[in-house]
């Protein structure tokens, strides 16, 4: 079993910056890829960053040049930088982890509001 567990979420104003943690504990070897979702209210759930096993990175339209994702595999966490926020980055901030072998976990989501 593996838990997924996001932090850094708040409340910041437009143009601000907010970094997001998320830590995955557990039995797992390999991760095939880590990745960042969003889901606004009445929206679709989005993909904000993606980062794979061979540390290739993939972001949504909407962030691209403005997020930045991360990841330290020895610690099993994984970092979203956000900079230049705009009130329609506002979302629950999910963290999900493909397991090689095991599947897909997801946290439970830590908020991001951007608002003056």
């Known amino acids: 079993q593996v838990q997924v567990v996001e932090s850094g979420g708040g409340l910041v104003q437009p143009g601000g910056s907010l970094r997001l943690s998320c830590a995955a504990s557990?039995?797992?070897?390999?991760?095939?890829?880590w990745a960042w979702y969003r889901q606004a209210p009445g929206k679709q759930r989005e993909l904000v960053a993606r980062?794979?096993?061979?540390?290739?990175?993939t972001y949504g339209d909407s962030v691209q040049g403005r997020f930045t994702i991360s990841r330290d595999n020895a610690k099993n966490t994984l970092d979203l930088q956000m900079h230049t926020l705009q009130p329609e980055d506002t979302a629950l901030y999910l963290c999900?982890?493909?397991?090689?072998?095991?599947?897909?976990?997801w946290g439970q989501g830590t908020q991001v509001t951007v608002s003056s």
């Open positions: 557990g039995r797992f070897l390999r991760t095939y890829y």
């Open positions: 980062i794979q096993l061979g540390g290739t990175t």
């Open positions: 999900t982890v493909n397991v090689i072998g095991a599947g897909q976990y």
